[in-house]
């Protein structure tokens, strides 16, 4: 999953479990590239360290930064910018069909994950505006 600074989602990939995370970044990096041109810096978990940074900055001009946590670190710490695709985990788990692995098929997996952050997002703007003729109504 990619998202942007706030935890919206601008990609999602999902992929079979054969599939290593190294592997599905690249391809969901490449597809990113193409539809955001102004992408210039990703922060990732520790799994995706290795050639995926070197791979990232050579073929896609990208910087991938990789958060790690410190080896002398015990117990919860709060890593900067990995808390945000965490978040947006979080935000999805209020979906009922994606607490559960109940998608056989990878694409209908992508679908249903679009279609959580397609209501969060709508439902995010419908409470920020308010129609003039509903405020007019409470101030009356």
Do not use: N
Not at 55 to 76: C, K, M, P, Y
Not at 83 to 106: G, K, Q
């Amino acid at each position: 999953m990619l998202t942007d600074t706030l935890g919206l989602l601008l990609s999602v990939l999902v992929t079979p479990a054969s599939t290593t995370d190294r592997d599905a970044a690249r391809i969901l990096l490449s597809a990113a590239r193409g539809r955001f041109g102004r992408l210039a810096r990703v922060w990732a978990d520790g799994g995706y360290t290795g050639h995926l940074v070197d791979w990232s900055a050579a073929q896609l001009d990208i910087v991938l930064d990789v958060v790690r946590r410190s080896d002398d670190t015990r117990g919860f710490q709060v890593l900067p910018r990995r808390w945000v695709v965490e978040r947006s985990f979080a935000w999805f788990l209020r979906s009922r069909r994606l607490v559960r692995d109940y998608e056989r098929r990878p694409d209908t997996g992508e679908a249903v994950v679009l279609w959580s952050m397609a209501m969060l997002m709508s439902r995010r703007l419908a409470a920020r505006y308010q129609c003039p003729a509903a405020k007019a109504g409470q101030a009356a």
